[in-house]
């Protein structure tokens, strides 16, 4: 096995099984966050493809300075972020001034609801929910942030978030019984 370095100039100089190493190395964990964005399977293969059609287009913009495995992620987050304003024009965004944010009482769902299964409630959430809800809760972005990625308001990155914080305990509620 290659050190990253290597691979990386390999891949610069264009060896088709280098790409081929760089893609078995990274894409199954680029996949996990393909995933949690798409719809889908074949929206997150999508995803997937056009982020690494990225990656090897720009690998000479990397500079080392900090991991490539954070580089990839990102260029696999923004690609994601990109499908999502290219298909927004058909979705609708409500803003409200003030979330309600609500509280689950409930214990137990997610001690008993496997990683597959919370993954599907989350594929299950609409886009705008779905886009707001892991850029925040699993990449770390601030509302700020979110806004002008996705150029929404604060005010609908924070409803966005919360409703998609409610559906899902919603959800999990209902798992929940399923599994009492």
């Given at each position: 096995?290659?050190s990253?370095?290597?691979l990386?100039?390999r891949c610069l100089?264009?060896?088709?099984?280098?790409?081929?190493?760089f893609y078995?190395?990274f894409a199954?964990?680029m996949y996990g966050v393909?995933l949690?964005f798409a719809?889908n399977?074949?929206e997150a293969?999508?995803i997937l493809?056009?982020?690494?059609?990225?990656v090897?287009?720009?690998?000479?913009?990397?500079?080392?300075?900090?991991?490539?495995?954070?580089w990839?992620?990102r260029t696999?987050?923004n690609?994601?972020?990109?499908?999502?304003?290219?298909?927004a024009?058909?979705?609708k965004?409500?803003?409200i001034?003030?979330a309600e944010i609500?509280?689950?009482t409930?214990e137990?769902a997610?001690?008993?609801?496997?990683?597959?299964e919370?993954l599907?409630?989350i594929?299950?959430?609409?886009?705008g929910?779905?886009?707001?809800?892991?850029?925040n809760?699993i990449e770390?972005y601030t509302?700020?942030?979110?806004s002008?990625?996705l150029?929404i308001s604060?005010n609908?990155?924070?409803?966005?978030?919360?409703?998609?914080?409610?559906?899902?305990?919603?959800k999990l509620?209902?798992?929940n019984?399923?599994?009492c």
């Open positions: 096995m290659y990253e370095e290597d990386i100039n100089n264009n060896e088709a099984k280098a790409h081929t190493d078995k190395r199954p964990k393909c949690r719809k399977q074949m293969d999508d493809q056009e982020g690494f059609i990225k090897f287009l720009n690998l000479r913009t990397f500079r080392n300075e900090g991991s490539l495995e954070g990839i992620r696999i987050v690609t994601a972020i990109n499908l999502f304003k290219k298909n024009k058909y979705l965004d409500i803003e001034d003030k609500v509280q689950n409930e137990g997610l001690d008993k609801i496997s990683v597959e919370l599907n409630l594929r299950e959430l609409p886009a929910y779905r886009m707001v809800f892991n850029l809760v770390g509302h700020k942030e979110i002008e990625l150029k604060e609908t990155s924070k409803s966005q978030l919360s409703r998609a914080r409610q559906t899902l305990q919603k509620s209902k798992l019984c399923v599994y």
